[in-house]
């Protein structure tokens, strides 16, 4: 199984300042005949399903805003949310879909300080 | 838009069976490979597996012995049972569904999930 890692567990950001979160995989995710990394993010608000932010690493899903941003290749990937907004309080999941069984990683909540 | 729904029981005694459906709408049931995900109170995601419009199912090892999945396409669901549940075993319950046409896609669509408690 692949195994993801996720840090930090948790950070506080104040409004309007940047939020980076940092995803490992134990092996790499890039698949070489597509040159595409089977990585995805997820934000999951309290009481919600997880919700698709972004795809092939760096893909942004439609409808998610533009301060949030997706980076990195091969097992080293990043999720930046830029000017963090109130709304973006949740934990937020890094998720390999490269092999089965499909993995996710430990999440990262995101807090207001 | 695809929509999804869990349906079912929200406490289950241990040793004894969990049975949920998904009820699909919105969309065609065809060609998607219909999933399972569960996540224990406060903690994070895990992929129980898939099974596919065509009856193939893919489930994670750490639950295979367990799991078992079916489609009853006149009606638009499908299931999941769970064998021999323990205290373990509790969880939210997700259906979700993955944006592409293969089982190697990231999950687009979610049901608002269902709270199994394993409790005698």
């Known amino acids: 199984d692949i195994v993801m890692t996720q840090s930090p567990d948790s950070l506080a950001v104040s409004l309007g300042e940047r939020a980076t979160i940092n995803c490992k995989s134990s092996q790499s995710v890039l698949y070489n005949s597509n040159n595409k990394n089977y990585l995805a993010w997820y934000q999951q608000k309290s009481g919600q399903p997880p919700q698709l932010l972004f795809y092939w690493a760096s893909t942004r899903e439609s409808g998610v805003p533009d301060r949030f941003s997706g980076s990195g290749s091969g097992t080293d990937f990043t999720l930046t949310i830029s000017n963090l907004q109130a709304e973006d309080v949740a934990v937020y999941y890094c998720q390999q879909y490269y092999s089965h069984p499909l993995t996710f990683g430990p999440g990262t909540k995101v807090d207001l300080k | 838009q695809v929509q999804l729904q869990e349906s079912g029981p929200g406490l289950v005694k241990p040793s004894e069976t969990l049975s949920l459906t998904c009820t699909v709408s919105?969309?065609?049931?065809?060609?998607?490979?219909w999933t399972w995900v569960r996540q224990p109170p406060g903690k994070g995601l895990e992929w129980i597996g898939y099974i596919y419009y065509g009856g193939s199912t893919n489930y994670n090892p750490s639950l295979k012995a367990r799991v078992t999945m079916s489609l009853d396409t006149s009606k638009n669901q499908f299931s999941l049972k769970l064998t021999s549940v323990t205290a373990a075993d509790t969880a939210v319950y997700y259906c979700a569904r993955p944006g592409g046409g293969s089982g190697y896609y990231p999950f687009d669509s979610w049901g608002q999930g269902i709270l199994v408690t394993v409790s005698s």
């Open positions: 919105g969309d065609s049931f065809t060609s998607s490979y």
